[in-house]
């Protein structure tokens, strides 16, 4: 099969979304298929033949990291044409996203699209508080129109983002869930090199006997960081030599660095800014804990990744990481503030506790690899594919290619 992947944000850049399309493309190819993505960067138009990379130059907008591309760039028209394409899977609603949708009706190629983005949560972004009613109306309205008229099949990667679709939206099509997948193995201590993070722990002046918190993600408001700098100091109370470490970037960066100062935790918070992709893994081991409070996830791979590199987990009770972790087993659920220093100090205190939480979750973390997901996502190509309304497409396409070239040789 001949898959498109169309996305907005793909490494070397670091967000779940461009991990989700790394993850599929790699389990895919596995799998025997060939695939080819189509993504957004910063500099010039460039094609990467040799793993199948079309970057198209696009500019910041200031809404989360899309970025704006023209409609209907023709050079990256021209060689999307020869991949001769079964099937394009967007990632994005927008930008990227309307290009695949032009050229899938284009080319008669049958659309699959995955919801990755809650985005009434970042309503804020755009409106600063303001007509927050009459905006979520609007980007209903939006999801409705681009993620189910417009497209053939639906994923989206949790139960929480399906009832969003059926219980709020009230959609009548099918919707798949299919969680992302994730290369756990990068994640695995025996494949993190000893002197390297050695050599990253003097970077960060982390003594033998600190007590690592770890957050990992995206710097922003929605993430609810400000809570975990809010209760680090209870928890220093109890432990005085832990310390947080905050890694990544976005736009609250400033903001909560003064946050820190003004608790008197600068000597127990650091900032790393943003690392590159290949060497996020090493951070996880940095840790004795890896922690979260967003409420605005779809999935959490961030909490995937955590488990894989055998690290407890302790998250805000939500149905995004309820999909992930069983509480008290592969990880730890709180919903206030006390059980949250309550669970941390337990885990500083109860080694064993520690230990166990810590294996389980390694072991849960293994469902998760980038062929089962892959596979999963197959069954939903070869149900577009199949449809009678693509097939006689494909037929009409094929017929129309015959016709052209004939008429090229006369």
């Not at 899938?104 to 927050?132: C, R, S, W």
């Not at 918070?269 to 081991?285: M, Q, S």
């Not at 961030?302 to 509480?327: G, N, Y």
């Amino acid at each position: 099969m001949r898959i498109g992947l169309f996305t907005d944000t793909y490494p070397p850049y670091i967000n779940g979304v461009s991990t989700s399309v790394l993850m599929l493309k790699q389990g895919l190819e596995k799998l025997g298929h060939e695939v080819y993505v189509v993504t957004v960067n910063s500099e010039n138009f460039h094609y990467k033949k040799e793993d199948n990379v079309l970057m198209i130059p696009g500019v910041p907008i200031g809404v989360l990291d899309f970025r704006m591309t023209s409609l209907y760039p023709l050079r990256a028209q021209k060689i999307i044409k020869g991949w001769n394409l079964d099937v394009i899977h967007t990632h994005t609603e927008f930008g990227i996203g309307s290009f695949a949708r032009l050229i899938a009706k284009q080319y008669n190629i049958p659309l699959v699209h995955t919801y990755h983005t809650m985005y009434e949560e970042y309503i804020y972004y755009i409106t600063k508080g303001y007509f927050d009613g009459a905006s979520k109306k609007l980007v209903e309205y939006l999801t409705l129109f681009l993620c189910d008229k417009t497209v053939e099949e639906l994923i989206v990667p949790t139960k929480k983002t399906y009832d969003l679709f059926k219980e709020k939206y009230k959609v009548k099509r099918d919707v798949h869930i299919i969680p992302s997948g994730i290369d756990v193995t990068r994640f695995y201590k025996e494949n993190i090199d000893i002197k390297e993070l050695s050599n990253l722990k003097k970077e960060l002046s982390i003594k033998k006997d600190d007590f690592i918190i770890l957050y990992l993600g995206r710097i922003a408001k929605e993430k609810s960081i400000d809570f975990l700098i809010n209760n680090l100091k209870g928890i220093i109370k109890k432990i005085p030599k832990a310390r947080m470490i905050i890694v990544g970037d976005g736009p609250d960066v400033n903001d909560l660095a003064m946050l820190a100062h003004k608790n008197k935790l600068d000597n127990h918070v650091t900032f790393t800014g943003k690392v590159p992709w290949t060497e996020v893994p090493k951070y996880y081991h940095l840790a004795n804990v890896f922690v979260t409070a967003s409420k605005t996830e779809t999935q959490g791979l961030t909490v995937i990744e955590a488990m894989a590199a055998q690290k407890p987990v302790v998250a805000i009770k939500d149905e995004s990481f309820e999909l992930v972790m069983t509480d008290k087993q592969d990880g730890l659920f709180f919903e206030t503030d006390k059980e949250y220093q309550e669970l941390i100090v337990k885990l500083y205190k109860d080694k064993d506790f520690s230990n166990m939480i810590a294996k389980q979750a390694r072991i849960t973390a293994n469902a998760y690899t980038p062929t089962v997901y892959a596979k999963r996502v197959l069954e939903v190509y070869k149900k577009v594919i199949n449809k009678d309304t693509n097939i006689l497409k494909k037929t009409i396409h094929r017929v129309r290619k015959v016709f052209s070239k004939s008429g090229d040789t006369k």
